[in-house]
């Protein structure tokens, strides 16, 4: 404000001066009236010139001029500087925070007051089937058509969540979706979605691992109640007593040897994956599968007497030893022979392997004979208490739960397991081991690996 009286007072001077020296005191005043029009106008141009470059905003335009409209651009620049970075900094945040739910493994959706749709993150995108460039403003309720969702939405009790379904969802592989709307700001709606069907397959499984279990020894406790009562009021004879002990303890094996699976099982579940550190040797685990095999044998084909023909070519396992837990990897190997025989009928052949494989892994496989499985249970083979057959697995003494321990010590060892069967022609199962797992044992001759034909290496392929 100074600067801008001294100046206009210097103008004054400056044209008097002029005027005195032209005309003295006529020349004076009018040169005073010129001066002062004079500056009154380059002031009006000086402001008209921030005006321009208030309305254009650009901070980096501003006009370089002194005075007190320079002061003024210079606040006015330093204001649009901050306002510009407040804007950038908000800009910022906002987008942290759409990226930020964008990550989210919930769906989000955020609608207006009339139930259009202002920004949904791509988690939701894939749940309902939107498009979040081309379904922004529209309505909610023109996209989801599900029942249970327009009643829910139409109610506005917003206190619960509703399950139903995905767009991805089949009859063979159903998706279900956990929707919950929240009232905010004036009338607003934001929409979670979140995908349950993970748990209500574990719910599932729960009930169904509750109700298998309670079946599995349910029925050797009615049979074993059902001998007690008969050897308390019945006056046997010593054979037939004899029988019904006999039967007796058969029903208590077979709960004991649930139980004993579904600990094998729990311990899996519940304790570290074995290290790198502890070795066992092959050759003494497969012997040890060998004489399950032949006792095992001995016993389901005794009725018939046909015996199994059982083979076992283990000769590039001996000096081989495998990192891992003895009593998985034993409970593992053995479950795979002891359901081939099972279920092989007698005279049948049963033929189990451990042969390297080309690029240093190993694999330990086991072929039957049996009636094979149909295509459709394949998959749910290493579910527990799955059976293809429910009557052949008790008359075999099955549990249902045999492979998927073996799913489970597979896992834990970070191995593959691979089934093939056709009906009618018999089963393979095989488990490959990774190179990392195994070694030659101390003093051992080198196995050379064998020549893998075309149909091995098509099946390392498929294993790999």
């Given at each position: 404000?100074?600067?801008?009286?001294?100046?206009?007072?210097?103008?004054?001077?400056?044209?008097?001066?002029?005027?005195?020296?032209?005309?003295?005191?006529?020349?004076?005043?009018?040169?005073?009236?010129?001066?002062?029009?004079?500056?009154?106008?380059?002031?009006?141009?000086?402001?008209?010139?921030?005006?321009?470059?208030?309305?254009?905003?650009?901070?980096?335009?501003?006009?370089?001029?002194?005075?007190?409209?320079?002061?003024?651009?210079?606040?006015?620049?330093?204001?649009?500087?901050?306002?510009?970075?407040?804007?950038?900094?908000?800009?910022?945040?906002?987008?942290?925070?759409?990226?930020?739910?964008?990550?989210?493994?919930?769906?989000?959706?955020?609608?207006?007051?009339?139930?259009?749709?202002?920004?949904c993150n791509q988690t939701a995108a894939e749940h309902f089937g939107f498009d979040p460039q081309r379904d922004l403003l529209q309505s909610i309720g023109n996209?989801?058509?599900?029942?249970?969702?327009?009643?829910?939405?139409?109610?506005?009790?917003?206190?619960?969540?509703?399950?139903?379904?995905?767009?991805?969802?089949?009859?063979?592989?159903?998706?279900?979706?956990?929707?919950?709307?929240?009232?905010?700001?004036?009338?607003?709606?934001?929409?979670?979605s979140r995908d349950v069907t993970a748990l209500d397959q574990a719910d599932a499984m729960r009930r169904d691992f509750v109700a298998n279990v309670s079946h599995?020894?349910?029925?050797?406790?009615?049979?074993?109640?059902?001998?007690?009562?008969?050897?308390?009021?019945?006056?046997?004879?010593?054979?037939?007593?004899?029988?019904?002990?006999?039967?007796?303890?058969?029903?208590?094996?077979?709960?004991?040897?649930?139980?004993?699976?579904?600990?094998?099982?729990?311990?899996?579940?519940?304790?570290?994956?074995?290290?790198?550190?502890?070795?066992?040797?092959?050759?003494?685990?497969?012997?040890?599968?060998?004489?399950?095999?032949?006792?095992?044998?001995?016993?389901?084909?005794?009725?018939?007497?046909?015996?199994?023909?059982?083979?076992?070519?283990?000769?590039?396992?001996?000096?081989?030893?495998?990192?891992?837990?003895?009593?998985?990897?034993?409970?593992?190997?053995?479950?795979?022979?002891?359901?081939?025989?099972?279920?092989?009928?007698?005279?049948?052949?049963?033929?189990?392997?451990?042969?390297?494989?080309?690029?240093?892994?190993?694999?330990?496989?086991?072929?039957?004979?049996?009636?094979?499985?149909?295509?459709?249970?394949?998959?749910?083979?290493?579910?527990?208490?799955?059976?293809?057959?429910?009557?052949?697995?008790?008359?075999?003494?099955?549990?249902?739960?045999?492979?998927?321990?073996?799913?489970?010590?597979?896992?834990?060892?970070?191995?593959?397991?691979?089934?093939?069967?056709?009906?009618?022609?018999?089963?393979?199962?095989?488990?490959?081991?990774?190179?990392?797992?195994?070694?030659?044992?101390?003093?051992?001759?080198?196995?050379?690996?064998?020549?893998?034909?075309?149909?091995?290496?098509?099946?390392?392929?498929?294993?790999?």
């Amino acid at each position: 404000m100074t600067f801008r009286f001294l100046s206009f007072v210097g103008a004054q001077l400056l044209a008097g001066a002029l005027g005195w020296a032209l005309a003295e005191w006529l020349g004076a005043s009018m040169a005073v009236v010129v001066g002062t029009w004079v500056w009154f106008l380059l002031d009006v141009w000086r402001g008209l010139q921030v005006r321009r470059w208030l309305r254009k905003g650009d901070a980096n335009a501003a006009p370089n001029i002194g005075g007190l409209w320079g002061e003024v651009s210079d606040r006015a620049r330093r204001l649009l500087r901050q306002e510009a970075k407040k804007a950038l900094d908000s800009e910022q945040r906002l987008q942290d925070f759409l990226a930020a739910i964008q990550a989210s493994p919930n769906g989000v959706v955020l609608l207006d007051p009339e139930g259009h749709i202002e920004w949904c993150n791509q988690t939701a995108a894939e749940h309902f089937g939107f498009d979040p460039q081309r379904d922004l403003l529209q309505s909610i309720g023109n996209l989801l058509r599900e029942p249970v969702f327009a009643a829910y939405y139409a109610s506005r009790d917003y206190s619960h969540d509703i399950i139903m379904s995905g767009r991805d969802s089949t009859l063979s592989r159903p998706v279900r979706l956990s929707v919950h709307l929240h009232a905010y700001g004036e009338g607003r709606r934001l929409l979670l979605s979140r995908d349950v069907t993970a748990l209500d397959q574990a719910d599932a499984m729960r009930r169904d691992f509750v109700a298998n279990v309670s079946h599995e020894i349910r029925t050797p406790l009615t049979v074993l109640s059902g001998f007690i009562e008969t050897l308390q009021t019945l006056n046997l004879e010593p054979q037939e007593r004899q029988h019904y002990l006999s039967l007796m303890a058969q029903q208590g094996s077979r709960m004991q040897t649930v139980v004993n699976d579904l600990l094998t099982l729990s311990r899996l579940e519940g304790s570290p994956a074995p290290g790198l550190n502890d070795w066992q040797p092959v050759g003494a685990l497969l012997q040890h599968c060998e004489q399950e095999a032949l006792a095992l044998s001995n016993v389901v084909t005794a009725h018939s007497g046909r015996r199994h023909q059982i083979h076992f070519d283990v000769s590039h396992a001996l000096g081989m030893d495998l990192a891992g837990s003895h009593s998985e990897l034993q409970s593992a190997l053995s479950n795979l022979i002891s359901n081939a025989v099972r279920y092989t009928p007698g005279g049948g052949s049963i033929q189990v392997a451990w042969r390297v494989l080309p690029d240093g892994r190993a694999e330990f496989e086991v072929r039957d004979t049996g009636p094979g499985i149909a295509p459709e249970h394949i998959p749910r083979l290493t579910e527990r208490f799955y059976r293809v057959d429910r009557s052949r697995s008790r008359e075999t003494g099955g549990t249902g739960l045999g492979l998927a321990i073996v799913k489970h010590v597979v896992q834990r060892h970070g191995a593959q397991l691979l089934i093939e069967s056709s009906l009618g022609v018999g089963s393979r199962f095989a488990i490959t081991f990774p190179a990392n797992r195994l070694r030659r044992a101390a003093g051992a001759l080198p196995v050379t690996a064998p020549v893998a034909s075309p149909a091995a290496e098509a099946r390392t392929k498929a294993l790999a």
